[in-house]
């Protein structure tokens, strides 16, 4: 059964930065792509970042662009959300998807979803 686990979410000032994990289990990576969704509090969950496995290439929201990165490790497990000059609207719980491709992910179609992590940004 694949399971997929984020970590890393916390309590930081605006201005910060946090990384987020997310392992996988029981998930043959190249056959997906992998991304990152938030649900604000009181919102529509949205993405933030998408990556094909093997390609490794990335898109963004303009919201976050420039601010977030994605990546992974082909020889390793995790996919990470790097989150730099965090602002309180990033105030979300943040997800791990993983899809058929990158722009399936960006339209919803997501065959896995992690539980979620809590990311709170104060100002």
């Known amino acids: 059964q694949v399971q997929l686990v984020e970590s890393g979410g916390g309590l930081v000032q605006a201005g910060g930065s946090l990384r987020l994990s997310c392992v996988a289990s029981?998930?043959?990576?190249?056959?997906?792509?992998m991304g990152w969704f938030r649900q604000p509090p009181g919102k529509a969950r949205e993405y933030v970042a998408t990556i094909s496995w093997r390609s490794g290439t990335t898109s963004y929201p303009d919201s976050v662009k420039g601010r977030f990165t994605i990546s992974r490790d082909n020889a390793k497990n995790p996919v990470y959300l790097q989150l730099n000059s965090l602002k309180p609207e990033d105030t979300a719980v943040y997800y791990c998807?993983?899809?058929?491709?990158?722009?399936?992910?960006?339209?919803?179609?997501?065959?896995?979803w992690g539980q979620g992590t809590q990311v709170t940004v104060s100002s």
């Open positions: 029981a998930l043959t990576f190249s056959s997906y792509a």
């Open positions: 998807a993983a899809g058929p491709t990158p722009n399936a992910l960006r339209n919803g179609r997501v065959d896995y």
